[in-house]
T-cell receptor, first 114, second 112 residues
Framework: SQTIHQWPATLVQPVGSPLSLECTVEGTSNPNLYWYRQAAGRGLQLLFYSVGIGQISSEVPQNLSASRPQDRQFILSSKKLLLSDSGFYLC?????????????FGPGTRLTVL | QKEVEQDPGPLSVPEGAIVSLNCTYSNSAFQYFMWYRQYSRKGPELLMYTYSSGNKEDGRFTAQVDKSSKYISLFIRDSQPSDSATYLCAMRAQTGANNLFFGTGTRLTVIP
């Protein structure tokens, strides 16, 4: 079965510091991978998605970036965090090999920028 | 106008009640509809997945889609305290599309 991991689970960072969040998926190959941010009362906002190694699509212009160095690894980064980057960051995966063509989420990383 | 509207609640019901959660949407191209359950400080987990109009039942949960009214519902029968969570509706247009459109979620509390 497929599993998805995210780390760290929680993170407190000062404004202006760099960020690196990691997501890995097990039990599947060539998944589509997604980064979302969830802010209170605002639902899930799609930030980036990737259909393959090195292929990144950005949905929202911001100071964040994403990379996919390996098939089942997705990284969210920032060079300088802003207060507005605080939120709950979720990684998700999807393949057409599952019975439902939809996205499955990881446990999330709660980021607080002070 | 948002693509997907969902009443944020909060909604509190006694244990054993029937719960009705709803979403409306504006894009008639949406064909695939999902409900996710999200416990506090956890990632959303897929609860129900339906295609086009009609009903789908899974245990105590029933998902209902009315495309003519652009309205979807999730019913929970015999609600339990363990059902206390935020419920997110999601939808998309064609197969393989990467864009899922989410509601903001309804927070449900089932009181023992």
């Amino acid at each position: 079965s497929q599993t998805i991991h995210q780390w760290p689970a929680t993170l407190v960072q000062p404004v202006g510091s760099p960020l690196s969040l990691e997501c890995t998926v097990e039990g599947t190959s060539n998944p589509n991978l997604y980064w979302y941010r969830q802010a209170a009362g605002r639902g899930l906002q799609l930030l980036f998605y990737s259909v393959g190694i090195g292929q990144i699509s950005s949905e929202v212009p911001q100071n964040l970036s994403a990379s996919r160095p390996q098939d089942r690894q997705f990284i969210l980064s920032s060079k300088k965090l802003l207060l507005s980057d605080s939120g709950f960051y979720l990684c998700a995966w999807k393949t057409l090999q599952t019975s439902t063509d939809t996205q499955y989420f990881g446990p999330g990383t709660r980021l607080t920028v002070l | 106008q948002k693509e997907v509207e969902q009443d944020p609640g909060p909604l509190s019901v006694p244990e054993g009640a029937i719960v009705s959660l709803n979403c409306t949407y504006s894009n008639s191209a949406f064909q695939y509809f999902m409900w996710y359950r999200q416990y506090s400080r956890k990632g959303p987990e897929l609860l129900m997945y339906t295609y086009s109009s009609g009903n789908k039942e899974d245990g105590r949960f029933t998902a209902q889609v009315d495309k003519s009214s652009k309205y979807i519902s999730l019913f929970i029968r015999d609600s339990q305290p363990s059902d206390s969570a935020t419920y997110l509706c999601a939808m998309r247009a064609q197969t393989g599309a990467n864009n899922l459109f989410f509601g903001t979620g309804t927070r449900l509390t089932v009181i023992p």
